[in-house]
């Protein structure tokens, strides 16, 4: 269908540094920038972690992509136009896009990503959030053919994405990894090794300049990037903080410009100690615990049930997490575009002391507790000292209703690789950070199918059917509904036990300008300046 005339020019997208033709001059060495974990992968097409989306959003650019404000702003495209029917985005490039090699950046490089994201073989976890493009899912389940995708160049410089329904955070979508381009000589020449120093080839502010296991990943300014004089940090180093406390130690010491998490029962003396340079902020993010509903006994919703009740989320939130954190009895944190207020688990007001006896009669219907066998439960969990100190309180919660727990804890890396490769578990600490605005983001993952992103094979055809529904509702007010009455099966079956709602939270050194905590946790390194 003709694209009409509704432009959707987003203007400006104007460095917030000053003086661009010569930034580069009075650009600091090196930008050392604490990071969650180690990434699992750098190919944007198989990447699923925030630690990761910090690196790519350097390394690469989006149609579309966010400031530091979390505004969204052109990235490869300049500008863009929407048919009349909500289906059809015709996207125009930039004329100096340019890869880090110095190829030009053209339309077909982006239709030679979203295939090669839907493409069975290619195994992206991840490829589910682009269901909403003309026949993603048949391509992605290997029913169709690549080249039916809803993507396609007329020519160098414009790019037609066509949907099977009306998305109304397409643009946000546009601004994720999965739909970040690669270099398509770069993939032919080296496949899978095309992330490795020296062979990756990125359209971003950044390249990639050695990566160096459980230590650092090095990227310098692209001197082809489009808005390159613009930069004022030549070099970023992003290491990898899962041992919180020590990462604050070495943010004492001067090792480290900016982390990205803090310690959370170490709020109010970080506070006092660092006082301005603590920054907290929104987030649209949850902290759950998946439960394994593929396994015995954990199929028992009757357990399930038990084990969230007698969860003090108050006291998560209030003495591990301090002002960071808030008791979360949704899945969607309130907040969301185009939703109304979420449902909520049942038994939030009940007192503690009759959510413990419900549990125990629950785990006793299910045959566990006194008179029965006890219930063994294996936690895992990734080890930083905020995840710890959580299992440890939680495993003391369920020892009052009789629950012998095992804690089991690795590096962030091989824990989410474990679950999403459909590794045995029984409960799992989980989290997400919306990768757009929407209570979409936050439901799909429950979705039957999605296999890499619901790690207890959760299944229920009620709870697919309403999201089935929502898909093809055009009335945001409809859908929100359809929405509300999907996230209530989730609470009422508890595949995942959601525990607390997320803010930002940030040590920032006075020599680092230009950070702005947002919804999106996004700050690309482009927009910050290091001063001497």
């Known amino acids: 269908m003709r694209p009409d005339r509704r432009a959707c020019l987003l203007g400006g997208g104007a460095l917030l540094v000053a003086g661009a033709g010569s930034v580069r001059a009075a650009a600091s060495s090196v930008y050392r920038r604490g990071n969650d974990a180690d990434p699992e992968t750098l190919d944007p097409h198989k990447s699923s972690t925030v630690a990761e989306a910090h690196i790519l959003r350097d390394l690469y650019e989006g149609l579309l992509t966010y400031d530091n404000h979390g505004a969204l702003i052109p990235g490869a495209a300049t500008h863009w136009t929407v048919s009349d029917d909500a289906l059809t985005y015709t ?50 389940q290997g029913e169709a053919a690549p080249e039916t995708l809803g993507v396609s160049a007329l020519d160098a410089r414009t790019l037609v994405v066509t949907l099977d329904r009306p998305t109304p955070y397409l643009l946000e979508l546009l601004t994720h990894q999965t739909s970040l381009p690669v270099h398509p000589p770069s993939i032919a020449r080296f ?22 296991p459980n230590d650092r990943i090095t990227l310098r300014r692209n001197p082809h990037f489009h808005a390159a004089d613009g930069i004022a940090i030549e070099t970023v180093a992003f290491l990898p903080t899962p041992d919180l406390s020590s990462a604050v130690r070495r943010y004492a010491a001067g090792e480290i410009d900016s982390l990205a998490d803090l310690p959370g029962d170490q709020m109010a003396s970080l506070k006092a100690r660092f006082g301005g340079q603590v920054v907290l902020g929104p987030s649209l ?27 003090d989320r108050e006291f998560l939130a209030e003495r591990l997490w301090g002002e960071t954190m808030a008791p979360a009895y949704s899945l969607c944190p309130p907040g969301l575009d185009n939703y109304r207020a979420p449902p909520e688990l049942e038994g939030r007001n009940a007192l503690p002391i009759d959510r413990e006896e419900e549990a125990r009669s629950l785990l006793a219907e299910a045959g566990f507790g006194p008179g029965g066998k006890p219930l063994r439960v294996e ?13 440890v309180a939680i495993t003391d919660m369920w020892r009052g209703i009789g629950v012998e727990t095992r804690l089991v804890y690795t590096d962030a890396k091989t824990h989410f690789a474990h679950l999403r490769d ?14 757009y605005s929407d209570p979409q983001n936050f439901l799909f993952l429950l979705e039957t199918g999605n296999d890499g992103l619901n790690p207890g094979r959760y299944s229920n055809p009620a709870y697919d059917g309403l999201m089935r529904e929502a898909a093809s509702e055009r009335d945001i007010a409809a859908r929100a509904d359809i929405l509300f009455r999907a996230e209530t099966i989730v609470l009422r079956d508890l595949p995942w036990i959601p525990l607390l709602h997320t803010r930002s939270k940030a040590l920032i050194s006075p020599r680092l300008t230009g950070y702005h905590p947002n919804l999106r946790n996004a700050s690309p390194t482009r927009f910050l300046r290091l001063e001497p």
Do not use: C, Q
């Open 422 to 435: 459909g590794g045995d578990f029984d409960v799992a600490r989980m989290s997400w950070f919306a990768d």
């Open 285 to 311: 993010g949850l902290y759950a615990l998946a439960v394994n509903t593929r396994k015995p006994p954990f199929d028992d919703v009757r357990l399930r049930r038990a084990l969230s009740l007698v969860i």
């Open 191 to 212: 496949g899978d090794a095309f992330t490795r120093p020296g062979n990756l080839v990125s359209n971003g502010a950044y390249a990639l300049v050695d990566m160096v």
């Open 91 to 140: 996207f125009h490039l930039r004329d100096d896009g340019r890869w880090s090699n110095g190829d030009p950046v053209v339309a077909a490089d982006f239709v030679f990503g979203l295939r090669r994201i839907m493409a069975p073989e290619t195994a992206a976890k991840y490829a589910e959030v682009l269901y909403p493009l003309k026949n993603a899912r048949a391509v992605n």
């Open 379 to 391: 936690y895992r969990f990734n080890s930083t000292d905020n995840n710890r100190n959580a299992a």
